[in-house]
């Protein structure tokens, strides 16, 4: 049982590096973003040349930030949800909570599961066709990168999400605890 737990450690251990790896390439792309912006400005206004491709690359790069910093925000529990519920009955009735917060962890595994199968068939597709978005001659980008890094950002989610509910279930014996037991 103490390998399967050090297995189990070492392999969160790692996804969590590499949640923070996307986190920080997704702020490198916003980054990207102001210095692509900025640069539209000063062309349109100082050389009347805007930058061909800006308002698509603007779109290509909004996708880009939510997606691969959306893993980092699993790992750390910020996932933008209600949990205001959750914190007034933790005090009053600990075991619901933590049984309410170990569903919301399991269907949100489902549902990251559940997006990671659903955008797969179009990542094949798009890489597959070399579909692009954009205007021809002007400027086009493939799709199959955004199709790639949405799969591999739910996947992440659903791999993170599947680890806090590996860690619940090391603490369920927790839940028998007396003084942890729901009521007055």
């Known amino acids: 049982m103490t390998r399967r737990r050090e297995v189990l450690r070492v392999l969160s251990a790692a996804a969590s590096r590499l949640a923070t790896a996307a986190n920080a390439a997704g702020t490198l792309?916003?980054?990207?973003?102001?210095?692509?912006?900025?640069?539209?400005?000063?062309?349109?206004?100082?050389?009347?040349?805007?930058?061909?491709?800006?308002?698509?690359l603007v779109q290509f790069s909004m996708v880009l930030i939510v997606f691969l910093q959306l893993p980092d925000v699993v790992r750390v529990s910020r996932l933008t949800r209600s949990d205001g519920f959750l914190l007034i009955l933790g005090p009053r009735m600990p075991r619901t909570?933590?049984?309410?917060?170990?569903?919301?962890?399991?269907?949100?595994?489902?549902f990251m599961t559940l997006v990671a199968v659903a955008i797969w068939p179009?990542?094949?597709?798009?890489?597959?066709?070399?579909?692009?978005?954009?205007?021809?001659?002007?400027?086009?980008?493939p799709w199959w990168?955004?199709?790639?890094?949405?799969?591999?950002?739910a996947a992440l989610c659903a791999v993170l999400f599947a680890f806090k509910l590996a860690g619940a279930g090391r603490h369920a014996g927790a839940m028998a605890d007396p003084e942890a037991e729901d009521g007055p």
């Open 122 to 141: 179009e990542f094949t597709e798009m890489w597959a066709s070399r579909d692009y978005f954009g205007i021809p001659g002007v400027f086009t980008a």
């Open 145 to 153: 990168p955004i199709k790639l890094v949405v799969f591999l950002s």
């Open 97 to 110: 909570a933590r049984v309410l917060e170990f569903a919301i962890e399991a269907v949100s595994a489902g």
């Open 29 to 56: 792309v916003v980054l990207g973003l102001v210095v692509l912006v900025n640069y539209d400005v000063v062309a349109r206004g100082l050389f009347h040349a805007p930058f061909m491709g800006a308002v698509e």
